[in-house]
């Protein structure tokens, strides 16, 4: 039985206090605490790591703390010293995200936030999603370099000037090649899905992007989240006297944060208003709640006025702020700027998870996961429809002569 599924057993509990004890983690080395009293709670909406809430209610100064078990092929997408390294530099530099406590062989454990996770429909309460906003700005608001490489020379080893996007399915797609020839993959999803071509409407969607941000502008490059599903987006029960609303929202996740255009990660976002994970049919999105164009705009409101930054930021500045005293017509030019930004990056959230969904898929299609919670598979097709979708709609050249 994996890890992740033996929470409920007595040996799960006793080998994770050995685990909270070992790593020094606050308050659990009290020899009061004992496993038969631990309290470990499931959290639904994570979908690449099991995570947990684990307690001793009997013990009050033992503090609450997050179990996070890495998923069983996370390994070929993510870099977990690169991950790490970014939560301590955004929390202990940024005060964003969690702390890490510490990690043991197949996870970590994290601190703990008295808050709920956003729910679909949270998303489009126009409050909350203006608060999403400010909180991306935030975001993209922090040094690149130093949340990314941290001391490593400018000529280090792991410096790259490629986009996260571009990276990743650079990197993945080989992965997902391996799960589709697998003799356990259905025939119709590996033509559905047809990597090969796939491969080249990337290199002609990139293509396109290049030529189009050197006549129209480029999205500023950020340190992106590129994952703000709402799972990923917490608001906390108690908001401390003096702290602005919008710090009501705390981001978590930090698996595939990594350089990109903001308006990767917003287009990113909005994909997710399309996303009910907690449904009957998790894994598919419906273009229908994509959101209305006044619903982009109160997200672009927010986050183009949150920055204390004038209209004429330098091309240096992080993210494209303006002051929050900005003409109207200054800011609709910048919110118009920002929407077409968003329309070209579209198809490119769509296209990096379809290739991760074929990734995540291979234990179900090696016949190891008897029951599975998510439908990877059926996930990937449904990215790659949408990808497809929104390629025709840009009107990419040169798709309709690929055979």
């Keep these: 039985m ?47 790591n099991a995570v947990f809430f684990v307690s001793c209610p009997s013990v009050p100064k033992a503090r609450t703390v997050l179990l996070r078990v890495y998923g069983p092929s996370s390994g070929n997408l993510i870099s977990r010293p690169h991950e790490l390294h970014t939560l301590h530099v955004l929390s202990s530099e940024y005060r964003i995200g969690p702390r890490v ?28 999603s203006s608060w999403i906003g400010a909180r991306m700005a935030e975001l993209h608001g922090v ?18 000037n490629q986009l996260g996007v571009h990276k990743n399915v650079k990197a993945w797609l080989p992965s997902a090649r391996e799960v589709l020839e ?3 993959a259905p025939e119709e999803v590996r033509k559905s899905l047809d990597l090969d071509r796939f491969e080249r409407e990337w290199q002609l969607y990139a293509q396109w992007l290049h030529q189009k941000e050197k006549t129209s502008g480029a999205s500023r490059r950020v340190f992106a989240h590129n994952d703000a599903q709402y799972g990923n987006l917490l608001r906390l029960r108690t908001l401390k006297e003096g702290l602005p609303a919008h710090r009501q929202i705390i981001v978590v996740d930090f698996e595939y944060a990594a350089p990109n255009p903001a308006a990767f990660d917003v287009a990113n976002h909005f994909h997710e208003w399309t996303a009910n994970y907690h449904g009957n049919t998790p894994h598919i999105l419906d273009p229908s709640r994509y959101p209305s164009a006044e619903e982009r705009r109160n997200f672009y409101r927010a986050y183009l006025t949150h920055a204390d930054r004038h209209i004429d930021a330098p091309a240096s500045a992080p993210i494209p702020a303006v ?21 070209a990056w579209n198809p ?30 059926g996930y990937a097709q449904c990215r790659m429809d949408g990808f497809r979708r929104e390629l025709r709609a840009l009107g990419i050249p040169g798709l309709e002569q690929l055979p």
């Design 323 to 343: 002051a929050p005293d900005v003409s109207d017509d200054a800011l609709a030019a910048e919110m118009e700027k920002l929407e077409e930004h968003v329309r």
């Design 2 to 48: 994996p890890f992740s599924r033996r929470y409920k057993t007595a040996p799960f509990a006793e080998q994770l206090l050995e685990i909270l004890r070992s790593i020094r983690a606050p308050s659990w080395s009290d020899p009061v605490i004992v496993s038969s009293k631990i309290s470990i709670q499931k959290v639904s909406g994570s979908l690449t």
């Design 143 to 160: 040094d690149i370099d130093a949340v990314t490489y941290g001391a490593q020379p400018a000529d280090g080893p792991e410096r790259s």
């Design 101 to 128: 406590y510490g990690t043991f062989e197949n996870g970590r454990i994290e601190e703990y936030f008295d808050s709920t996770a956003l729910t679909a429909n949270d998303l489009r309460d126009p409050e909350i």
């Design 348 to 377: 490119a959230s769509h296209g990096m998870w379809a290739i991760w969904g074929v990734v995540q898929a291979r234990e179900l299609v090696e016949g190891k996961d008897g029951e599975p919670e998510f439908d990877y598979l």
């Design 182 to 184: 697998l003799p356990g």
